[in-house]
């Protein structure tokens, strides 16, 4: 089935960028992550996530859903607060004292595990309806040029990734293996998405707004704090991570 191929191809690319960003992390961190450090990469994850809840996930939310008009913004926004509400749930969830709620760690893979969801979707869905139609080369284009700028974008997301895991105490072997992990969420979403082509696209809109919801959750109460603590270098290297998915964004064509 063409379609598939074409959908199988589009993700898997999108997957060998993903392991290239977790690879150059594990470069980068090779040496015990001092406090500064910790901070730098707190805030360039912090940065590189807000970027892409903006830009890879509300955004094409809304567009998705424009023939409804003013209510155009209701499943992005009924999606981001559900995503919201969600990790908040599990953060209270087990009720404990010291083991009350989720470690940053575990939510850390949990919001880019779910933020992959809809990417691998979008990506996936995108190449078999270019497969698909007859129309050639411009839905063929448009579909490589979504390909190839979430998976440009995929390295620095899961560089933040990779670098997070080891900044929370994880060697660089395993910081590698749980972004990889994770990251396959991306072409598994893809591929399940296919199978199941109508309904995956009508609910696409939904997942990209919960995926955004979860993500901000998470920056705000995890990367936030943890790039801050009295220095610069953190808010520093939290405009660096945005700047750079705008830059990636605008040269891709958004």
């Known amino acids: 089935m063409p379609f598939f191929l074409s959908a199988g191809a589009g993700v898997g690319a999108t997957f060998f960028?993903?392991?290239?960003g977790a690879v150059l992390a594990v470069f980068l961190g090779r040496s015990k992550a001092s406090p500064a450090a910790g901070r730098i990469?707190?805030?360039f994850a912090c940065g590189v996530m807000t970027a892409a809840l903006v830009f890879s996930l509300l955004m094409p939310a809304i567009e998705m859903s424009t023939a409804q008009g003013v209510f155009s913004v209701v499943p992005a926004l009924g999606g981001f607060l559900l995503g919201g509400v969600f990790l908040l749930v599990l953060d209270l969830w087990p009720g404990g004292n010291e083991h009350r709620g989720l470690c940053a760690r575990?939510?850390?893979?949990l919001v880019v595990g779910l933020h992959n969801v809809p990417q691998g979707m979008a990506v996936a869905l995108?190449?078999?309806?270019?497969?698909?139609?007859?129309?050639g080369t411009l839905s063929f284009m448009s579909a490589t040029t979504l390909a190839v700028g979430i998976g440009v974008q995929n390295i620095p997301e899961n560089m933040?990734?990779?670098?997070?895991l080891r900044a929370s105490g994880l060697g660089g072997r395993k910081a590698f293996l749980f972004t990889a992990a994770t990251a396959a969420v991306e072409p598994l979403a893809g591929l399940l998405a296919v199978g199941a082509l109508g309904a995956a696209q009508n609910a696409l809109p939904w997942f990209l707004g919960f995926a955004?919801?979860?993500?901000l959750y998470a920056v705000a109460d995890d990367f936030m704090p943890c790039s801050a603590g009295g220095q610069h270098e953190g808010t520093a290297a939290c405009l660096l991570g945005f700047a750079l998915m705008l830059l990636l964004d605008a040269a891709l064509g958004g």
């Open 41 to 43: 990469f707190s805030g």
């Open 17 to 20: 960028l993903s392991i290239c």
């Open 160 to 164: 933040a990734l990779a670098l997070g």
């Open 126 to 135: 995108s190449c078999a309806m270019a497969a698909q139609a007859s129309s």
């Open 106 to 109: 575990t939510r850390l893979m």
């Open 212 to 215: 955004a919801g979860a993500m």
